[in-house]
């Protein structure tokens, strides 16, 4: 599967008389791992809140594959659709085991995609994937943080996505824990998958990326290999140099 995953066009997000997203363009191809860096305040939070029906732009649109306008769908209708966000605030429920989160995330904007024995099989294996088999029947409360990330992982991931979107996946990790969460996003890459990460951690990129976007005021900086990125002498001004 080749093409657009994602094409944003034009896009201005307005708060009050603010932009945070500035007249954007950008294209993310299926099979890609596209990770979108930048300063505190850049816009990226703000972007993946756009593409995920959170957040209303004042101008520009959004679409899906190379036809389908998302720009104004709810929230629900887009993880239908088969776009699902990983969020930057860690938010487990810490009352609930760690299969009941994987089993509330195969269920994508209020739909249940599995039932029965596929329900399981499926729960199995996102659970083998992110690495939380063993604790499968523990409380999310009670796992590490580095496990909570990947708990979250593992909800997004459930439904099976097209597009995935991760925002700041190792903040606070170990370095081990970080090594261990770049394996497992090149582990979700595939042909008809985009999946876009949000970080600051550029050791993380680095490993993850085909391409980074460089975004900075609401614009794009610089687009390009993590090599040219860190070469660039305007994104080290702005952003790696600080
Ligand atoms: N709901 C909102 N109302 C007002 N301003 C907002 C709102 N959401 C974000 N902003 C502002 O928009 C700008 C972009 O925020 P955003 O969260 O997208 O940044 P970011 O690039 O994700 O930064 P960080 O790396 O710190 O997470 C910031 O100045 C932020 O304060
Ligand atoms: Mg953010």
């Known amino acids: 599967m080749a093409g657009v995953a994602l094409l944003v066009d034009g896009l201005t ?5 603010f932009r945070a997203i500035n007249d954007l363009s950008l294209a ?12 505190n305040g850049a816009g990226k939070t703000t972007l993946l809140d756009v593409i995920s029906g ?24 887009i993880a239908r659709a ?4 990983k969020f930057q605030k860690p938010s487990v429920f810490e009352g609930l085991t ?17 039932e029965g024995p ?21 409380m999310a409360g009670e ?16 439904s099976d996505p097209r597009v995935l979107m991760l925002d700041e996946p190792v903040a606070g990790l170990t370095d081990e824990e970080t090594a261990r969460t770049a394996a497992l996003v090149r582990s979700l890459k595939r042909p008809d998958r985009a999946i876009v990460v949000v970080e600051h951690d550029m050791d993380f990129v ?10 900075h005021e609401g614009r794009t900086l610089f687009e390009g290999s993590m090599d040219k990125v860190r070469a660039d002498e305007s994104v080290v001004e702005v952003y790696l140099g600080r």
Do not use: C, N
């Not at 760690?98 to 599995?114: D, L, M, N, P, S």
């Not at 796992?143 to 459930?158: F, P, T, Y």
């Not at 680095?206 to 975004?215: G, N």
């Open 13 to 17: 997000v307005q708060f009050g008389s």
């Open 28 to 39: 993310i191809d299926y099979g890609e791992v596209r990770a979108v860096i930048g300063p």
């Open 54 to 77: 959170i957040t209303r732009p004042k101008d520009g649109r959004v679409l899906f594959g190379d036809t389908l306008d998302i720009t104004r769908q709810s929230e629900s209708a």
């Open 82 to 85: 088969g776009i699902r966000r």
């Open 98 to 114: 760690v299969r009941q989160h994987i089993e509330i995330g195969t269920e994508a904007g209020f739909r249940r995609k599995y």
């Open 118 to 138: 596929a329900l399981e099989a499926r729960v199995a294996e996102v659970l083998e994937i992110v690495g939380l088999t063993e604790q499968a029947a523990r």
């Open 143 to 158: 796992l590490s943080h580095g496990q909570k990330q990947w708990l979250e992982i593992g909800m997004v991931l459930a």
């Open 206 to 215: 680095e490993l993850i990326a085909d391409r980074v976007t460089v975004l």
